[in-house]
């Protein structure tokens, strides 16, 4: 049964930016009306329910987004748009459930994406006939992802609302998971619904920068500022200009390089190596980790006050273990996108499947793209029956806490620090017993506490208690 073409209706009270609408909307196959005021608007929805809504955000009569209560969203997509684009309306906005922000003068490219989608998707056949459904009950069932994102379980459907709130801020975020859960991924997908899509997304794992080249890479270089300058080099925060910069495995970052990031976030300014010039920081900051930044802060690992900027809104990515049937949601994407790229038809048998449900996948996300494109290799027919998994990796032994370990070359100012920390952790922060371990008074291990929270390098666990020396016992 043939689907009839989708309808948008246009509300903005300029008549030369609904006449430039029309047109991009009547180049993509949908049938179109436009309106200046609410007024009309309502009147035209009561008539004829549109397969989305294209409004601003500031009418003549009032918001754009007084229309939502007027919409059926399980049947019809709301992009807003506005010429005054701020946090706070972003966030309303999301709130409000819209499917896109649009920011005044609009991206003809991007809009004709949104388009496209639309004059693709059908119609569901509940939108005419019956009523709707509550919109969070049509999101669940009718989305199978979010973005480039697969998935439905309840871990994901949570953090996917999460997402939508967060993303059109410029607020720092932090993605706390395991390895291979996708946390770039949540990244780029941030970028991209975010005010900043148009501008460049930069990803920098800080595990593999050169410590020789630290700060030039971040903040980049004059000509000549040091041996084999032959050229000003930009550094990562100007090549992210305006747009988002992602700092992968940020406990991994040299204790130098934190310091100047830290400087950088609070000040908003850098200098390029060699340089006199204050340059402004216009990026968002997107960082992730793997370990538990608490631990990485109690084994000196990550600065507080560095956690505490990049922490502005922790985000914790489930491991797969946690999400149910998107382990077969997600293999058979894998398998889709290999299909495609390989003109076969291959898909999985009743024993592949039930082998992928059973398998705990310590390694996530990555280690089933892993072991879906080795099962697609390895079949001999279009049904992949054969799934080899990989055996399981010993349990690493648990760390001895009776024991501290420090790298060669560590300071002894830094190996003190980290020993009275681990004491600490050890004797569950109680004090006077960590200053009996350690052989020094209670007093001398306060004024150690206190010039470490003074250097804001005291981990968040201690900061409340370091001052109240009369609560030990």
């Known amino acids: ?59 003549p009569d009032g918001s754009g987004l007084e229309l939502i209560s007027k919409i059926d969203r399980a049947c019809a997509d709301v992009i807003v748009t506005t010429g005054y684009a701020d946090v706070e309306t972003a966030i309303d906005a999301m709130r409000f459930g819209v499917a896109d922000y649009l920011v005044k003068p609009i991206d003809l490219c991007y809009l004709r994406t949104l388009l496209a989608r639309i004059a693709g998707k059908p119609r569901p056949a509940r939108c005419a006939d019956s009523p709707a459904a509550a919109p969070e009950q049509a999101w669940q069932a009718e989305q199978a992802g979010f973005g480039s994102m697969v998935g439905t379980s309840e871990a994901m459907l949570r953090m996917y609302e999460t997402m939508r709130r967060v993303a059109p801020t410029d607020v720092s975020v ?18 991209e619904l975010s005010l900043q899509r148009g501008a460049p997304f930069l990803a920098v794992n800080c595990a593999a920068i050169s410590p020789l080249l630290l700060e030039s890479e971040f903040f980049g270089h004059e000509r000549g500022s040091f ?36 400087r950088t976030l609070e000040s908003g300014t850098y200098m390029r190596v060699g340089g006199q010039q204050e340059y402004r920081a216009n990026v968002r900051i997107i960082s992730a980790t793997n370990r538990d930044p608490c631990q990485a802060i109690a084994e000196n690992r990550l600065r507080a006050d560095l956690f505490h900027r990049l ?163």
């Not at 992968?248 to 040299?254: F, H, L, Q, S, W």
């Not at 204790?255 to 830290?262: D, F, I, N, R």
């Open 227 to 262: 041996t084999g300058a032959n050229r000003r080099h930009d550094g990562y925060f100007a090549q992210a200009e305006g747009g988002t910069l992602f700092l992968d495995e940020i406990t991994e970052m040299p204790a130098e390089l934190q310091v100047k990031l830290l």
């Open 311 to 473: 922490s502005v809104f922790p985000i914790m990515m489930p491991p797969l273990r946690e999400r149910g049937d998107d382990v077969v949601m997600l293999a058979e994407a894998v398998l889709e996108q290999l299909n495609s790229r390989y003109g076969s038809h291959r898909r999985f048998g009743s024993a592949a499947l039930d082998a992928l449900r059973r398998h705990a996948w310590p390694g996530n996300v990555r280690e089933l793209r892993n072991v879906v494109q080795r099962a697609y290799i390895m079949a001999d027919r279009d049904v992949v029956d054969e799934i080899t998994l990989p055996p399981p990796c010993a349990a690493p032994s648990p760390r001895d806490r009776s024991t501290v370990s420090f790298r060669i070359g560590c300071s002894i100012a830094e190996a003190e620090m980290q020993l009275i920390f681990a004491t600490l952790a050890a004797c569950k922060g109680v004090k006077n017993h960590t200053a009996s371990m350690l052989g020094v008074s209670l007093k001398t291990l306060y004024n150690r506490l206190e010039y470490y929270r003074a250097r804001g390098e005291l981990p968040s666990w201690l900061q409340e208690g370091c001052a109240r020396r009369g609560a030990d016992s």
């Open 1 to 59: 049964m043939a689907h009839s073409m989708a309808h948008v209706l246009i509300v903005d009270d300029d008549e030369a930016t609904r006449e430039v609408l029309e047109q991009v909307v009547t180049d993509e196959g949908l049938s179109v009306a436009s309106t200046g005021s609410l007024r009309d608007a309502a009147v035209h929805i009561e008539r004829k329910m549109p397969d989305a809504l294209l409004a601003d955000l500031q009418l």
């Open 174 to 191: 932090l993605l706390i998971g395991e390895s291979g859960t996708g946390k770039e991924l949540v990244a780029r997908t941030l970028h």
